[in-house]
Structures are given as structure tokens and as C-alpha cells.
């Protein structure tokens, strides 16, 4: 039975390697796309494929973002996200977002072929290492999204949420710009989230 899979990745390399590996796991055709625009128009004319595998850091529309609107254009189509950023938030929010599988690029290519093998039998996928941080993130924030913080990381969020900039909340609490970026960079991490606005509105959302 033939497989298809599509590509999305602005890097020609990266391309070349996944479909080599793609070929060998038994797919043809293995579209390519640039951008996340790119595999949409393919996605709206074409078959649609079994697997899709995913760059998060694309030009256009990319990243997290891309992942809803793939999943409407190809709803039996399973998602690996393959990117430079392992961190465990963005793991965890692609998983969230409708992906099947996360891999780091930095993975040797039999943790690509284990991957799809697990993608194809409808398990999800997540290297060893970050299934235990994810677990790890999961269960000290068991119930409560903000259980595992510090008192000052709450404190910074809840300033943020308040619409304050980073001086302002260093001389607020009495602590340096660097302590207060440093916190900031930490929240970031440990809720997965990008910038400062994402840090905002999860204070809004949140109720800090």
C-alpha cells in the first residue's frame, strides 16, 4: 500500500535527509514544502498524505501556530514536529496542538525511523529524554499550571500580567534587570510559552 508523506522545512538538506529516511520507511511520493503557506496550497490540491513532518521555525506562518490548520487540511494526516528546539514547552505544546510526535534534530537517524514507526501505529512519540521532563513538568504542576513555580517566579508573572516592564518590576521587587530577565527567561521555560506577551496573557488567563 502506498504511503505519502510531505515535508515542511526551509532548509534543502534537511529535505534531502528526511526524504532518504522517508523512502527507506517505504513513502512515494514525499512532497516538500518551504513554507507553511506552501503546504497548505499543496494540502488543497493534492492528496493529502499519511505523514507529515514538521519544522516549528518557518518563514510565514510557522511554528506552533501551523500545526491547526494542518491538522484541518489533512485530518488523517499524523504530525512529527523535527526541530532545532528540544525544550520541553514546546514539546508539550505541540503535542497539545494536535501533533503526534516530537524529535530533535540533533536525533541520530534511527530515532527518525523509530519515531515514524510509532507515528504509523498510532502511538505518540517523544525521546526518552523529554518524555521524562515532560512528566517531570506535568506532575509538579499536578492540578494547578502555576504549582511548579517559585514565590518570585509568581511574583515577576503576576507583574507582567500587570502590564509592568522588566525595570520596572527590578526596582519593584528590589532585585536587578538581570535577576528579573533571568526570571522572566525561567517562566518562559517551565510554561511554555514565547515572549513576554505569551507570559501576559498566560497571567491573564491564569488569574495571577
Known amino acids: 500500500m502506498t504511503k505519502r508523506a510531505l515535508v515542511i522545512d526551509d532548509h534543502p538538506i534537511t529535505h534531502l535527509g528526511a526524504s532518504r529516511l522517508l523512502r527507506e520507511l517505504g513513502y512515494d511520493p514525499v512532497g516538500q514544502a518551504m513554507s507553511g503557506e506552501e503546504a497548505l496550497e499543496q494540502l488543497s490540491r493534492d492528496a493529502a498524505p499519511d505523514l507529515i513532518v514538521l519544522d516549528l521555525n518557518l518563514p510565514g506562518t510557522g511554528g506552533i501556530d501551523l500545526i491547526a490548520p494542518l491538522r484541518e487540511a489533512a485530518p488523517e494526516a ?28 540533533n536525533a541520530p537517524p534511527s530515532d527518525f525511523r523509530d519515531a515514524v514507526r510509532q507515528l504509523e501505529a498510532d502511538e505518540f512519540y517523544l525521546s526518552p529524554k523529554q518524555a521524562l521532563a515532560l ?36 526596582d519593584q521587587l528590589g532585585v536587578s534587570y538581570k535577576t528579573a530577565a533571568n526570571t522572566s527567561s525561567a517562566l518562559k521555560k517551565k510554561l511554555g ?9 498566560f497571567a491573564l488567563d491564569s488569574g495571577v
Open 78 to 105: 499524523r504530525i512529527l514536529v523535527f526541530s532545532m528546539n528540544d525544550q520541553t514547552g514546546f514539546a508539550a505544546r505541540a503535542l497539545q496542538a494536535g501533533a503526534q510526535g516530537f524529535l530533535s534534530k
Open 135 to 170: 512528566a517531570t513538568l506535568r506532575a509538579g504542576a499536578a492540578g494547578d499550571p502555576l504549582g511548579a513555580l517559585s514565590d518570585r517566579e509568581r511574583q515577576v508573572l503576576a507583574l507582567i500580567g500587570q502590564g509592568h516592564g522588566l525595570q520596572a518590576i527590578a
Open 193 to 201: 510559552v514565547d515572549g513576554i506577551n505569551g507570559l501576559m496573557k
